[in-house]
């Protein structure tokens, strides 16, 4: 969808001037936000490995079919139209 940029200024100067800075402050995210440039998997695949062990908990948690949902489930659930496993 293609936004003009009149109407962006348009909604903007409808803004309480309190909320144009709130406006103004998200658009700057926004900005900053795409300039990022996302790790790419090579860049990923070059990171050092966490060799950190696993904690009790994350063991106890890995181990446990607590929260588990089969493709299927997940499937019907969100209504998506992909195979799962």
Not at 8 to 28: S, V, Y
Not at 41 to 68: T, V
Request: net charge negative; charged share 40%; proline share 6%.
């Amino acid at each position: 969808m293609v936004v003009r940029k009149d109407d962006l200024h348009n909604l903007i100067e409808r803004l309480q001037e309190p909320d144009q800075k709130t406006a103004f402050d998200f658009l700057q995210y926004l900005i900053e936000r795409s300039e990022r440039k996302p790790l790419s998997w090579e860049e990923i695949d070059q990171q050092k490995p966490d060799d950190e062990p696993l904690s009790e908990e994350e063991l106890s948690q890995l181990k446990s079919d607590a929260g588990y949902v089969s493709g299927e489930e997940a499937k019907r659930e969100f209504g998506l139209q992909v195979d799962l496993p």
